[in-house]
């Protein structure tokens, strides 16, 4: 995600050094530049104004430190921005309520919804240790109930059975109910997705919104449709008090527009990306980290949370004591660091 916006800035930025100072004048080609990369991403017309407006006011005119050069300071005015557009801060999910905690998902057909409840289901578990349940309200496609049955199953959580002659209301509460008894931490609820924003499925989900009051609504959103994207999710929540929006497929996303617009109009964050078509192939979503990224300068944190989470300490550290004390690192060694990075998703993964 973002390759060709990050290619693009980058170079950008650098036709900025050598400048004692920061001037209307010098900055004039650069911002020009930087609004073109962002309007090329498919960011939205009315953030890509805002944010080249708030560089300008914040650049022009601001001294130049004599350890950082023009280019570095204006990066870092750029990094702000960006952040700024996207949040600024990771929100994570509101749990805080007498369990079970009911997390509503909504979205439109294809975007990645129902595999999104399955991702949602395991990074609960596994992260925030909850017991989790998981049901199906989509009453117009059997194949959509199945599918969910089979990734609860894949992720280990609990599956509350569901048939299309029951109508969403009477499917959530009777999943409610059994995850009283159960004591479940978490129910999540996936509904039919929508091939259009469609007045009478509209009504139908605000009916299920207001019968069962979860405490998280999330807008599922392929992030390859761009700014249409965020004007979707625009659209849902002005029907429905939304709380987040879990981005998809944004490891096939280049241009990143999305993940730029999407706070700025709907005023909601981003809390996760799905990041592959694995089961764990979900982060939560940090507005600094992707800065960071957009701008070339990486992202260690996530790296290093992804590595804590899938590799195997006890067999890095038993190797890791084998090497230091008797400097042998053997074929069998090299194997099991290989499949452990494979784990991560291989070379191209750890990049």
Do not use: C, W
Not at 26 to 46: G, H
Not at 179 to 207: N, P, S
Not at 235 to 264: C, M, Q, W, Y
């Amino acid at each position: 995600m973002f390759e060709n916006l990050s290619e693009r800035l980058t170079q950008t930025l650098r036709s900025i050094g050598g400048k004692g100072r920061l001037t209307e004048d010098n900055i004039k080609s650069t911002l020009r530049e930087v609004r073109m990369a962002l309007l090329e991403a498919d960011v939205a017309l009315p953030v890509v104004k805002e944010f080249i407006g708030k560089v300008k006011e914040r650049a022009v005119g601001t001294e130049v430190n004599k350890s950082l050069t023009p280019g570095q300071v204006f990066v870092k005015i750029v990094q702000s921005e960006l952040e700024a557009a996207m949040g600024e801060a990771n929100v994570p999910l509101d749990l805080s309520t007498q369990p079970p905690a009911v997390i509503l998902m909504a979205g439109l057909q294809g975007a990645g919804k129902t595999t999104s409840v399955g991702k949602l289901a395991k990074y609960l578990k596994e992260r925030q240790k909850k017991k989790v349940m998981v049901v199906s309200a989509d009453i117009y496609r059997p194949a959509a109930i199945k599918q969910l049955e089979t990734l609860a199953e894949q992720v280990d959580v609990s599956f509350f059975p569901s048939t299309t002659a029951q109508s969403p209301v009477e499917i959530a509460q009777g999943a409610i109910a059994e995850a009283k008894k159960q004591f479940v931490d978490v129910v999540l609820v996936d509904t039919a997705g929508r091939l259009t924003i469609d007045e009478d499925m509209m009504q139908e989900i605000q009916h299920l919104h207001t019968e069962i009051k979860p405490v998280e609504t999330l807008f599922v959103v392929d992030s390859m449709t761009g700014q249409d994207a965020a004007n979707t999710a625009k659209a849902f929540n002005e029907a429905l008090p939304l709380t987040g929006v879990i981005l998809t497929k944004t490891d096939g996303d280049a241009r990143g527009g999305a993940a730029l617009s999407i706070r700025h109009i709907t005023g909601k964050p981003i809390k996760f990306l799905g990041v592959g078509e694995k089961t764990d192939a979900l982060e939560p979503f940090h507005p600094d980290r992707v800065a960071s990224r957009i701008l070339g300068m990486g992202d260690i944190l996530s790296l290093v949370e992804e590595v804590e989470q899938k590799v195997d300490r006890e067999k890095a550290e038993k190797v890791a004591r084998k090497v230091m004390k008797k400097g042998q690192f053997s074929l069998e060694d090299f194997r099991d660091q290989l499949a452990q990075m494979r784990e991560m998703g291989g070379m191209m993964g750890l990049m």
